[in-house]
């Protein structure tokens, strides 16, 4: 089937005074409807740029510079439609060619996002009911007349994740008791002990993992077909860590939303993901399955990842520093390259160009940025799966 969201030679930039700043780099990817898609890399490789990108949320001096961010069947208003005949291709429509507000209205029933930090996520003055509640209101409105842009966005307190997405701090709105019966119910699906109650305390009455369960009630109140979680689980401890994510693969099992996960944790990518990305230097520079990238790892940063993490369980599956750093990904430093030659042990004269996405034998889709991959490949093949430590 075709992808539910398609992004294809995106790049987003940041205009600082010390220069420019290319932190997504012509990327391109395709997610399928109802998979745990993982993009991993080190800080600094660009993976929370491009969560913000895909959701519309880049801000100045930051811009999204060139490339498609398309979503399948969005529930987009007719007159958006009609205004931005070229933002729809088919049943895509492409986010970068809508204005701000169009994009506002598919945040909620089309996308959804959750942060690493849920305390700047709500609002400390509205109750985390009232918070939630509000969410699914936006929502009912857009689904009692979902043709009409009127339902999603022309009421002025509408704040799904507005205060994360640090733009208004909601009014506080009314709030019916249906509305904040769901709040109830959605607070029930995600674990929180004694909704009935809790629904009418603050953030601060809740702890850490609670918070965090209670952002991604918020973001299921629109019943999102896609969920963008970037390093969800990053500020929680371990017991409390594994929880959440238990959780999200319950509501994923569930509810068959797509969910694109964002970490540089190998150990919660091999617990949790379908299909993966390894994110350097802005780029995606190797694509695969679970098995591709855990079994057979043939770009030589993916390796050098698997093959500095001895045993996923006792180091939580925490990148391991490689030698070297991320480039800083200013624009002089960027150019047609191999961005990793600096750090790889088989660099050589023809990676000073840039290399192809190539395919490998064995995945069904497994690409590699390398000018080595089929090398690789069957190197990485010979020496067997118990090299890497595997996944499962
Ligand atoms: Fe290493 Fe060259 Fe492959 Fe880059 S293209 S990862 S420098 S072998
Ligand atoms: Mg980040």
């Given amino acids: 089937s075709e992808p539910i969201l398609r992004i294809s030679d995106l790049s987003t930039r940041f ?38 990108s895909i959701i519309g949320l880049i801000e100045s001096p930051g ?17 958006f439609r009609d205004a931005h005949p070229d933002a729809v291709n088919g049943d895509y429509v492409d986010l970068r060619s809508l204005p701000e507000e169009a994009v506002r209205s598919l945040r909620g029933p089309s996308f959804s996002m959750i942060f690493q930090d849920p305390e700047s996520s709500f609002n400390p003055t509205l109750t985390v009911g009232e918070q939630i509640a509000e969410a699914v209101e936006v929502q009912r409105r857009a689904s ?44 029930q699906q995600v674990g929180i002990p004694d909704p009935e109650e809790r629904v009418d305390e603050y953030p601060h009455e809740y702890s850490g993992g609670m918070l965090q369960r209670a952002m991604i009630a918020q973001a299921l109140a629109g019943e999102p077909d896609i969920l963008i979680a970037d390093e969800p689980t990053t500020a929680l401890d371990v017991t409390i860590q594994a929880q959440v994510l238990n959780l999200l693969r319950e509501i994923q099992d569930e509810t068959g939303m797509t969910v694109l996960l964002i970490t540089h944790n190998l150990g919660v990518i091999a617990r949790m993901c379908d299909r993966v990305g390894v994110m350097y230097a802005g780029e995606v520079v190797e694509r695969g399955t679970l098995s591709d990238i855990f079994d ?18 006792t180091t939580g599956g925490r990148l391991q520093p490689i030698d070297g750093n991320v480039p800083s990904l200013m624009d002089e430093e960027m150019g047609d390259r191999c961005y990793f030659a600096d750090r790889c042990p088989k660099a050589m004269e023809q990676c000073l160009e840039e290399p192809d996405d190539a395919s490998v034998d064995g995945g069904t889709d497994h690409e590699v940025k390398c000018v080595l991959a089929q090398t690789e490949y069957d190197e990485s093949q010979a020496l067997g799966d118990s090299h890497f430590g595997g996944g499962d």
Avoid: C, W
């Fill in 144 to 187: 009692s007349n979902p043709r009409s842009t009127k339902a999603r966005t022309s009421s002025s307190e509408y704040s799904l994740g507005s205060y994360a997405y640090g733009a208004v701090m909601p009014n506080r709105s009314f709030v019916s008791s249906k509305s904040k019966d769901r709040a109830i119910e959605l607070l």
């Fill in 15 to 52: 205009f600082t005074k010390s220069g420019q700043v290319n932190a997504v780099e012509s990327l391109s990817v395709s997610i399928d409807e109802g998979e745990i898609f993982g993009i991993v890399g080190e800080s600094g490789s660009g993976k929370s740029v491009l969560a913000r």
């Fill in 63 to 79: 811009q999204i510079t060139g490339g498609k961010i398309e979503y399948r069947n969005a529930p987009l208003a007719d007159e």
């Fill in 296 to 313: 057979t790892p043939v770009h030589p940063y993916t390796k050098g990842l698997l093959g500095s993490i001895p045993d996923l369980d």
